[in-house]
């Protein structure tokens, strides 16, 4: 196993993660896939499944499975608890959009997790249309209440581009954060998209551990922004959840961790 997955691996041991809900842009999807065979791997139960909406999966991955009721999700847990497999969990196939599968209800995952305390989920809580950054309705993300890890991803390559370009829903962002949406996206405006009252972490559970990660550090100037952003987060000391940064590039395979702890 390479240094990245180990991380992942230990952390999610460590902190003994079950149910982890990734949210934002950037890197959201893939970073769910790939925890979901870093995981799958090490031979752990994991679930990989959307409250929302989901590209379909690639064909040789691990298998899909639909659920259209509680039962069946629940019976497809048991199944995958006893051959210690990875799967991919969703009520149906989109029915506006074929490329997609459509989520489960968060109650089914909060259930899921009563019932089967080994079960780790990887949870899509929102969508971003491939763009690094989301502004969000206000009934979003929908994080199961059982999270105790939630991850919002950020693309660091939105850095210096307009919030018009850089996010999904520019309009209502650049309403959160009070700018105009041909604005450039900042160091500063990425931690109020974090922490604003309204922000990603707005519907966090309480009792949530919150890692923020930032992806597509691939050059130089990705590295020093990535740093600036870095002790912008963990100096930052309104958030107790807090407990540190995931940084670096899913398609370099490379991440490295910032404990907050070492911020204190």
Known sequence: MDQTR???TALVRDWRCRTIALIGGGGKTSLMYYLLAVLGDQNLPV???TTTKLWLPAREGPSLVYAADYAACQAAAAGMMTKSQALILAREPDRQDHRKIAGVPPEWLDSLQQEFPDLIC????????????KGHLPHEPVIPAGSDLVIPVIGI?????SIQTAAHRPERLAE???VAAAGPVSVESLLAILFHPAGYLAKAPAAARILPCINKVETPENIRQ???LTRAILHYGGDRRLVGV????LRQNHFWYCSAACAQ
Not at 122 to 133: F, N, P, T, Y
Not at 246 to 249: E, I, R
């Open 47 to 49: 679930i990989a499944t």
């Open 157 to 161: 390559d939105c850095i210096g581009q």
């Open 176 to 178: 959160i954060l009070q």
């Open 122 to 133: 990887l949870v899509e809580a929102d969508g971003s249309a491939g763009k690094s950054l």
């Open 226 to 228: 990535c740093r600036e």
């Open 246 to 249: 995931m940084a670096g590039s």
């Open 6 to 8: 180990r991380l992942w």
